[in-house]
């Protein structure tokens, strides 16, 4: 008779999140906390996430 894997560490064999296709990566800046809440509320008054605002300002499309 066979003996069924038994599988340790995080999770369970074949676990996780499902491919979706999109492809996302993430970068970090840093400065001030004063400088990151003014990047914040700059984002907010447009309606916008900060990732999105630091696009268009900067001319990158998505």
């Known amino acids: 008779m066979a003996e069924e894997k038994k599988y ?3 999770g369970y064999h ?3 999140r499902k491919a979706t296709g ?7 800046i840093s400065g001030q ?5 003014k ?4 984002a ?3 309606e916008k ?5 630091i696009f ?6 998505k």
């Open 56 to 61: 268009e300002k900067t001319g990158v499309m």
């Open 22 to 28: 999109i492809k996302r990566v993430a970068i970090c």
């Open 33 to 37: 906390p004063e400088q990151i809440e």
């Open 44 to 46: 907010a008054q447009e």
């Open 14 to 16: 074949g676990g996780g």
């Open 49 to 53: 996430t900060v990732s999105a605002f």
């Open 8 to 10: 340790s560490g995080y």
């Open 39 to 42: 990047l914040k509320k700059m």
